[in-house]
């Protein structure tokens, strides 16, 4: 068999199957590549459309950083020591949402700013709750089980170049045992805490 006689076979259905040659996993298989290739046209037009590099500083100092957090007890750690490397703990704020496995014993330990919440508001509450707590020109927000890696903050694109926010993909941490995997990447943000405030205050009217 050629390859060409294979990339007919995939192109032409045949009568089996539920949805024809190789039933339903073929089905599936041909979506799964095909979403690929659509993701990688997207990052090649983006890339070819861009005029010259990004380029941008990175000032921790500009920055606190709020995890809304909910029964994140084993991922926290990893998340808050990669944090620790360019901001100081006490700039790492912890919003506990009713957790149920000690979180916020976990961040305390770890010398962050906690807040906990006795009874579960939601990831929004939560966040809205931290950022006018914030007293720094910037706001980074993450998720209990986000690693920044190598990753630097584009704080200059926000101070300098006046966008009012950054996001940007990371990796989220490997699963946790009792938890599902369902992220490829995480993402995190990195916006004005005026910004922020308004858009705090603007959902809770």
Same mark, same amino acid.
């Given at each position: 068999?050629?390859?060409?006689m294979a !990339?007919?076979g !995939?192109?032409?259905?045949?009568?089996e199957?539920?949805?024809?040659?190789? /039933?339903?996993?073929?089905d599936?298989?041909?979506?799964?590549?095909?979403?690929?290739l659509?993701?990688f046209?997207k990052?090649?037009?983006?890339?070819?459309g861009?005029?010259?590099?990004?380029?941008?500083?990175?000032?921790?100092s500009?920055?606190?950083?709020?995890?809304?957090?909910?029964?994140?007890?084993h991922?926290?750690?990893?998340?808050?020591?990669?944090?620790?490397?360019i901001l100081p703990?006490?700039r790492?704020?912890v919003?506990?949402?009713?957790?149920?496995?000690?979180?916020s014993?976990v961040?305390?330990?770890?010398g962050?700013?906690?807040?906990?919440?006795?009874?579960?508001? /939601?990831k929004?509450?939560?966040? @809205? =709750?931290?950022?006018?707590r914030?007293?720094?020109?910037?706001?980074?927000?993450?998720?209990?089980?986000t690693?920044?890696?190598?990753?630097?903050?584009?704080?200059?694109l926000?101070?300098?170049?006046?966008f009012?926010?950054?996001?940007?993909?990371?990796l989220?941490?490997?699963?946790?045992?009792?938890r599902a995997?369902?992220? =490829?990447?995480?993402?995190? @943000?990195?916006?004005?805490t005026?910004?922020? !405030?308004r858009?705090?205050?603007?959902?809770?009217?």
């Amino acid at each position: 068999m050629t390859a060409e006689m294979a !990339w007919e076979g !995939w192109l032409i259905p045949a009568s089996e199957g539920v949805f024809g040659r190789g /039933g339903w996993s073929h089905d599936v298989l041909f979506v799964v590549l095909f979403c690929a290739l659509v993701d990688f046209v997207k990052l090649l037009i983006e890339l070819m459309g861009r005029s010259e590099d990004r380029v941008f500083h990175c000032d921790p100092s500009q920055v606190t950083a709020v995890i809304a957090c909910r029964d994140g007890a084993h991922e926290l750690p990893g998340t808050i020591a990669e944090l620790q490397r360019i901001l100081p703990a006490e700039r790492v704020f912890v919003v506990d949402d009713a957790s149920q496995d000690g979180s916020s014993d976990v961040a305390r330990r770890l010398g962050c700013t906690v807040f906990r919440f006795e009874q579960r508001k /939601g990831k929004s509450a939560a966040i @809205n =709750f931290a950022v006018h707590r914030v007293t720094t020109p910037l706001t980074l927000l993450l998720d209990d089980d986000t690693r920044l890696g190598a990753a630097r903050l584009p704080t200059s694109l926000i101070t300098d170049d006046g966008f009012d926010a950054v996001a940007f993909h990371v990796l989220p941490a490997a699963t946790a045992p009792g938890r599902a995997a369902t992220r =490829f990447s995480a993402r995190c @943000n990195v916006t004005s805490t005026e910004r922020a !405030w308004r858009s705090a205050s603007a959902s809770t009217t």
